[in-house]
């Protein structure tokens, strides 16, 4: 069925490859990732297939199903297969590692401005319960270099500090943070490093054997496509006897199981759940390095250019110089804006800015809080079905509005 509405002409060729609404400009990926429509047909074959014999389903045929998954994710993000689990998002992840792990009073648990709200809150309750202290690396925005990032989070150090949980790809201001540099570095002073690679996979070249950092949680239906409910975790050999879920259901802790080792064992069984988005994680791999030309890795390199080309067709506009590194972006890009006069913020405010573009001129485009109100930064995303024609609206937008 063709798709006849006031923005498809907006958008790339790609498009006919998503359900998305072409009524709006969706400038939004990186919030909650967008399926394509062969995978979401695929995902409703896999739950018949659960509803026509629920038992035989998750009794006899989900193991290998799960584990065909989990191999081509494997090589994907270049990790040892024994070493990651099927997680339903990377919150739950991060809640996992921090809950699981023992502190003592006085400890240190380093994070930065630009943490993920909920995993913040996840570090302050864990430290409360253990009289343990937060401390939070104001990392500049825009960050000059690299090295920047690297030396203002080792001025925080200090003999108490125990823990490093810091993003890959931030989510309020899009930076690609050298987590390959920086996981070195404090692993070498012995201090665990816990990161949440929420964007990371399927916008960066990941790979996670090449740093190995204690661990690493990341989801697969921002970047990577899947289906909402997807993501894995990873933590290193000598980390994994203390790790456990959230929850304690069938699967013994203690045990290997099949092709599960102890560890993974232990997240093999999270209830009774809909496990279509962990066995569709690997369809969607092999689908999208059919889709596009060199795959994946010409997806990544395509929205990062076209990211790059946002930012300029966007700073330009709004009169920002922007001096990020090209390496330091990667499918997002942020921009300050002008401040909110707002007052109250409740939980899951959304700006009055946000609303204007969505509902006045079909634009979904986030904006974010930073680093903290009334201090506003625009959020823009780039996949292959956008184009730049779609930035170049939105930049005409503002240009009037603001």
């Known amino acids: 069925m063709k798709k006849n509405n006031s923005f498809l002409n907006t958008y790339s060729r790609y498009i006919k490859y998503w359900s998305i609404d072409t ?5 939004n990926h990186g919030s909650f990732g967008a399926t394509p429509i062969e995978i979401l047909k695929k995902q409703q074959i896999i739950r018949n297939q659960l509803e026509n014999e629920p038992v035989k389903f998750f009794i006899r045929d989900i193991e290998e199903q799960l584990f065909i998954s989990k191999k081509k994710l494997a090589k994907f993000i270049n990790a040892d297969v024994k070493d990651i689990a ?7 992840g991060v809640n996992s590692v921090l809950k699981s792990l023992t502190f003592r009073k006085g400890d240190e648990l380093l994070t930065t401005n630009h943490e993920y709200h909920s ?3 996840t570090l302050d309750l864990v430290a409360k319960k253990n009289n343990s202290k937060v401390v939070v690396a104001n ?5 000059k270099s690299e090295n920047e990032v690297i030396e203002t989070l080792l001025k925080y150090v200090t003999k108490k500090t125990r823990l490093l949980l810091i993003d890959h790809v931030t989510s309020p201001t899009g930076l690609v943070f050298p987590i390959e540099k920086i996981t070195k570095e404090f692993e070498s002073r012995g201090i665990n490093v816990l990161v949440d690679g929420a964007h990371a996979a399927g916008m960066v070249d990941l790979k996670i054997n090449k740093f190995k950092p204690s661990y690493y949680t990341g989801n697969c239906h ?3 496509c899947t289906p909402k409910g997807s993501a894995f975790l990873y933590v290193r050999k000598d980390k994994q006897k203390n790790i456990y879920p959230l929850i304690t259901t069938y699967s013994d802790p203690q045990f290997e199981k099949g092709k599960w080792t102890v560890f993974q064992n232990r997240f093999y069984w999270l209830g009774t759940i809909d496990v279509s988005p962990f066995i569709c994680v690997g369809h969607t791999i092999d ?3 059919k889709l596009y030309p060199n795959g994946l890795k010409g997806i990544i390199e395509h929205n990062h250019s076209l990211a790059i080309q946002a930012r300029n067709v966007l700073s330009k506009a709004l009169k920002i110089d922007l001096p990020i590194p090209d390496n330091m972006i990667g499918s997002l890009v942020s921009l300050p804006i002008t401040d909110t006069k707002r007052k109250i913020f409740p939980s899951f405010y959304i700006d009055d800015l946000q609303n204007k573009l969505f509902y006045d001129y079909k634009i979904e485009v986030p904006i974010m809080f930073f680093p903290n109100p009334p201090k506003r930064v625009i959020r823009v995303s780039a996949q292959i079905y956008n184009s730049i024609k779609q930035y170049e609206i939105l930049k005409d937008i503002l240009i009037d509005i603001m």
């Not at 009524?23 to 400038?27: A, E, H, R, S, V």
């Not at 990392?139 to 960050?143: D, G, K, L, S």
């Open 139 to 143: 990392i500049p925005f825009p960050p």
């Open 119 to 121: 995993c913040k809150n």
């Open 222 to 224: 921002k970047w990577l």
């Open 23 to 27: 009524n709006y400009i969706f400038l």
């Open 86 to 92: 099927f997680i339903p998002n990377a919150t739950y």
């Open 287 to 289: 689908y999208l390095n």
